[in-house]
């Protein structure tokens, strides 16, 4: 079968073979676009040696199918083909079948109804990797996952763990890590990492290829809770998309180193940065600088040393403490800050995790300029950090 431009296939049953390939694209025009929904598609070529199962393809976009055989098998665009695990053209039947299919891909490989249950099945994931649908949970426990190709404006990324899901949660059991030559982990919508386990994530630079970074949040917000982080890349440790992407820490370690002098930092490009029951303790002075976008030293610098942020001692729920009170909440103009001690700061956040108001010592706080809303309210004592969420009416 030879198509033109763009192709649809669904819905149906398509059996191809051919001498050279059973489903080509024209070379005239570059290739073809071919688009497979719900269907059955089995295509066998390649008897020349310049031959090919698929070929002269610009893209191959499949919606609601997935390739079931060979294993491992995925459109590479230099070759303008399909191509197993090591990169080289397919010659032996693919078979593509309609089956439920989610936008999340481990080592390059997409996870669908028939391998969530058992991700280890995955060439270049091991550990006990399973997927849940219903609770949009990633399970990594006692995983180790290496990289596998993704292309982006075509640019090709090796990227360990790429998620387009809402609302992912991975739950972290045992030690983890993600091996990646680009990024460790990638999620275009909202994610949260928690569990009781660990996750290392190394990303290595080779020159020519894009930078790199350890984890990479391009959604409106990243929540790392209750579990040890330690994200490495040459570009970021952990870096998020400017004005967009919030970074929530809660009572997790958190360790992020980047390489590249000048244009790196460790934790980049976020606007807001919230810390509830942990603290930046590495390097000294080290701060969140929202014009800055990240975490600055005592210079204003972007960090791009190790940074650390831990489980601070003593941390409670303002709701627990006996000798802080807020009211009223909600409050509309005045908001009264009882504290036992006579030296604590006041810090008030947005959702987006930028701050809003700050003061020292001050025990009546106006917020009648504030627009209506859910805010976070931080107070800072020599006893410890106490937060608490306030609504403004």
Request: with cysteine; aromatic share 6%; proline share 3%.
């Amino acid at each position: 079968m030879v198509f033109s431009n763009t192709t649809t296939i669904e819905n149906c049953t398509i059996d191809a073979s051919g001498i050279v390939s059973g489903i080509l694209g024209n070379p005239e025009i570059g290739g073809a676009t071919l688009f497979i929904e719900n269907a059955t598609v089995k295509a066998k070529g390649g008897s020349t040696d310049e031959g090919g199962s698929m070929l002269q393809l610009l893209n191959i976009i499949l919606n609601n199918c997935a390739i079931t055989t060979p294993a491992q098998a995925v459109f590479n665009p230099d070759e303008a083909a399909l191509v197993d695990f090591d990169g080289n053209i397919i010659t032996e039947q693919v078979v593509i079948e309609p089956m439920e299919t989610y936008p999340l891909y481990l080592a390059g490989i997409q996870v669908t109804e028939n391998n969530a249950a058992d991700l280890s099945a995955i060439e270049g994931v091991d550990g006990a990797v399973s997927y849940n649908d219903a609770t949009k949970t990633l399970t990594l426990n006692g995983a180790t996952i290496k990289d596998g190709d993704r292309y982006y404006e075509d640019d090709r990324f090796k990227i360990s763990i790429d998620s387009s899901i809402k609302d992912l949660t991975i739950n972290l059991i045992g030690n983890n890590k993600l091996e990646a030559e680009n990024i460790g982990l990638l999620s275009f919508r909202n994610i949260k990492i928690n569990g009781y386990g660990t996750l290392t994530t190394t990303a290595s630079h080779t020159e020519g290829e894009p930078a790199s970074a350890g984890i990479v949040a391009i959604g409106n917000v990243l929540v790392i809770e209750n579990c040890t982080i330690d994200a490495f890349g040459f570009e970021a440790g952990i870096r998020g998309s400017y004005q967009k992407t919030l970074l929530i820490v809660k009572d997790a370690t958190v360790k992020a180193k980047s390489e590249i002098e000048n244009i790196s930092g460790s934790i980049k490009f976020f606007p807001g940065l919230i810390l509830f029951d942990c603290a930046i303790t590495a390097p000294e002075g080290a701060i969140f600088d929202a014009d800055e976008h990240g975490v600055v030293d005592a210079n204003g610098n972007l960090v791009t040393e190790q940074i650390v942020i831990e489980p601070t001692t003593g941390i409670q729920d303002v709701e627990n403490m006996k000798d802080i009170a807020i009211y009223p909440n909600p409050v509309n103009d005045i908001l009264h800050v009882e504290v036992s001690e006579n030296n604590f700061g006041v810090e008030l956040y947005n959702i987006f995790g930028q701050q809003v108001l700050k003061a020292q010592n001050e025990r009546e706080i106006s917020v009648s300029e504030l627009s209506s809303g859910v805010y976070v309210l931080k107070i800072t004592t020599e006893k410890g950090i106490y937060s608490r969420k306030i609504v403004k009416e």
